[in-house]
């Protein structure tokens, strides 16, 4: 059976998610999660993406970045992967691809759609149970959208520069939106679209990239309420 093709945006973000083969590891010790973040910046320099947000998890990846061309996507994530698995591969004694499958992506909407793929991106570690509070997670970008630390190679969304008039009010802004929930029926949505490839957003965004692409993407659904936050705390 061919592949499905993929299309993708110049300017409109993707959520991206790569896991490992079988759900097997693909970091085993910090130097492993610190040498996939270089080849991110890397990546993204070359092919021109910026990267929002990110978790680097023991088995899987997500990504959330907007490209400057419609290929970017596809060669930046080829430059990390020919890198990043023979770096595997050649330090634990392994062979073949470390990934299971294709990587798999979808274009997200501005504003509240694209701000909550973010905290669905960086709350991985808490609903994992590996830590209480998202910025106790090391590899992944709280830390820099929250303002504990910097980190070099990611860059502000529109959507989340508009929080604040300033980088301190955006800090506290981005915190405040991580003391409600993601309700369970964004969660869905979130994960559908990123395994279907479906866009997430209303039906005006998605119909509006179909006919940039000229084509039918991902599932024929309409109709689905946007995604809201329940306020409950975490």
Same mark, same amino acid.
């Given at each position: 059976? %061919?592949?499905?093709?993929? #299309?993708?945006l ?5 959520h991206?998610v790569?896991?490992g083969? @079988?759900?097997d590891p693909? #970091? ?8 996939y973040a270089?080849w991110h910046?890397?990546? @993204?320099?070359k092919?021109? !993406?910026s990267?929002?947000a990110?978790?680097m998890m023991?088995?899987?990846i997500?990504?959330l970045?907007?490209p400057?061309?419609?290929e970017s ?10 890198? #990043? ?6 330090k634990y004694?392994r062979?073949? @691809?470390i990934?299971?499958?294709r990587y ?6 501005d504003?509240a759609y694209?701000?909550?793929?973010m905290?669905y991106?960086?709350l991985?570690?808490?609903r994992?149970?590996m830590v209480?509070?998202?910025g106790?997670?090391?590899?992944s @970008?709280?830390s820099?959208n929250s303002?504990?630390?910097n980190?070099? #190679?990611l860059r502000?969304h529109?959507?989340y !520069?508009?929080?604040g008039? =300033?980088?301190?009010e955006r800090?506290?802004m981005y ?6 929930y ?7 949505r979130?994960r559908?679209?990123?395994q279907?490839g479906? %866009?997430?957003? =209303?039906d ?6 179909e006919r940039?692409?000229q084509c039918?993407v991902?599932?024929a659904r309409r109709?689905r309420p946007?995604?809201?936050i329940d306020?409950?705390g975490?």
């Amino acid at each position: 059976m %061919p592949r499905k093709p993929r #299309f993708y945006l110049p300017e409109v973000p993707v959520h991206i998610v790569q896991r490992g083969h @079988s759900r097997d590891p693909v #970091f085993f010790e910090n130097q492993d999660y610190a040498t996939y973040a270089y080849w991110h910046k890397e990546s @993204s320099k070359k092919y021109f !993406v910026s990267i929002h947000a990110f978790v680097m998890m023991t088995n899987h990846i997500h990504l959330l970045v907007t490209p400057s061309e419609a290929e970017s996507i596809s060669l930046f994530m080829q430059f990390i992967g020919r890198r #990043f698995v023979p770096y595997i591969n050649h330090k634990y004694g392994r062979s073949g @691809s470390i990934w299971e499958g294709r990587y798999k992506a979808c274009l997200v909407q501005d504003d509240a759609y694209l701000l909550t793929v973010m905290r669905y991106i960086e709350l991985n570690s808490v609903r994992a149970g590996m830590v209480e509070l998202p910025g106790h997670y090391r590899w992944s @970008s709280f830390s820099h959208n929250s303002g504990i630390k910097n980190i070099e #190679f990611l860059r502000p969304h529109p959507s989340y !520069v508009a929080l604040g008039k =300033n980088q301190q009010e955006r800090h506290q802004m981005y915190q405040e939106l991580f003391k409600g929930y993601i309700d369970e029926g964004a969660m869905k949505r979130i994960r559908e679209a990123w395994q279907t490839g479906t %866009p997430l957003g =209303n039906d005006m965004f998605r119909d509006k990239v179909e006919r940039q692409l000229q084509c039918k993407v991902g599932q024929a659904r309409r109709g689905r309420p946007k995604i809201t936050i329940d306020q409950k705390g975490l």
